[in-house]
Nanobody
């Protein structure tokens, strides 16, 4: 069982910055890929950025060069630094974690509660 708690959302003007944080607790030894997703009103949830336990990262095309994902395996955290924010970045941002359970020969997906990010023009 893994719990994900997010923080850092808020209201910011276009061009500003926010830093989102996600803290994992519980059975964290099996944490595999972690990432951030977002969902704008009326749209499907989309992947923003992911990070492996070993440090590899990948980003959606529209956030490359503006967002940076980082993990601290010792602390069980994954952060998303968002710079040069645009109104199009507005949405609910969700932390996600994939947890490996080799004893069960399967993995599990966990989601945070979401944190609202609003970027004004």
């Amino acid at each position: 069982q893994v719990q994900l708690v997010e923080s850092g959302g808020g209201l910011v003007q276009a061009g500003g910055s926010l830093r989102l944080s996600c803290v994992a607790s519980g059975s964290v030894l099996g944490l595999n890929v972690m990432g951030w997703y977002r969902q704008a009103p009326g749209k499907q949830r989309e992947l923003v950025a992911i990070a492996t336990r070993g440090g590899s990262t990948n980003y959606a095309n529209d956030v490359k060069g503006r967002f940076t994902i980082s993990r601290d395996n010792a602390k069980g955290t994954v952060d998303l630094q968002m710079n040069s924010l645009k109104p199009e970045d507005t949405g609910v941002y969700y932390c996600h974690a994939n947890v490996i359970r080799p004893d069960e020969l399967r993995s599990y997906d966990y989601w945070g509660q979401g944190t609202q990010v609003t970027v004004s023009s």
